[in-house]
């Protein structure tokens, strides 16, 4: 079947440091991969997406790459900052499904200045 | 664009009772998908509609069930509601010819069972 695992939180790091945050999936097929993130009172918000190995999905200083090869999507960010503080989400779609979202369980990063 | 709206935001009802929830989505969409996100875990699928049917199931009871409306609002309806159902009830919408997967979603509505 289709799951998700991500790292587990929760994750404290400074302002300024080195963001990794670990994904690894199953499926079927050719799945799309997301990051989804959910900011402290706040719906969950699409942060970046790959459709097809080897792409690289990037926002707000973010990236993740999409990596068949070892069934992986990890999220990274060179220099955190206090506002990144939230809950990430990793997610996937499976193919020919038409947009159904199966998430991880969600790693929880806190920021500190 | 008021983006995706979901109401109530929050709600207590007693074991046994039924509950509606509705959703509103965003501008352009017309494809509405139902989540529960229990405290400290990822949303698990529902329900997605799309042309006022049910087009995809995860794995939920007939408890849960939903209806779509022509102007494609839509509504998630619990019987017989059990203390386990307690859990962040999220909708979000996308378009059928967007990428699969880049869904908005709303706020949520929080629901309590006593």
């Known amino acids: 079947g289709n799951s998700v695992t991500q790292m587990e939180g929760p994750v404290t790091l400074s302002e300024e440091a080195f963001l990794t945050i670990n994904c690894t999936y199953t499926?079927?097929?050719?799945?799309?991969l997301f990051w989804y993130v959910q900011y402290p009172g706040e719906g969950l918000q699409l942060l970046l997406k790959?459709?097809?190995a080897d792409d690289k999905g990037s926002n707000k200083g973010f990236e993740a790459t999409y990596r068949k090869e070892t069934t992986s999507f990890h999220l990274e960010k060179g220099s955190v900052q206090v506002s990144d503080s939230a809950v990430y989400f990793c997610?996937?779609?499976?193919w020919g499904q038409g947009g159904k979202l199966i998430f991880g369980q969600g790693t929880e990063l806190s920021v500190k200045p | 664009d008021a983006g995706v709206t979901q109401s109530p935001t929050h709600l207590i009802k007693t074991r046994g009772q039924q509950v509606t929830l509705r959703c509103s989505p965003k501008?352009?969409?017309?494809?509405v998908s139902w989540y529960q996100q229990a405290l400290g875990q990822g949303p698990q699928f529902i329900f997605q509609?799309?042309?006022?049917?049910?087009?995809q199931r995860g794995n939920f009871p007939d408890r849960f069930s939903g209806h779509q409306f022509p102007n494609y609002s839509s509504e998630l309806n619990v019987n017989a509601l059990l203390l386990g159902d307690s859990a962040l009830y999220l909708c979000?919408?996308?378009?059928?010819?967007?990428?699969?997967?880049?869904?908005?979603f709303g706020q949520g509505t929080r629901l309590t069972v006593v």
């Open positions: 509609y799309y042309e006022e049917e049910e087009r």
């Open positions: 499926a079927t097929g050719y799945p799309s």
């Open positions: 979000a919408s996308s378009a059928r010819t967007a990428d699969s997967g880049s869904a908005f």
């Open positions: 501008s352009g969409h017309d494809t």
């Open positions: 790959a459709t097809k």
């Open positions: 997610a996937l779609s499976p």
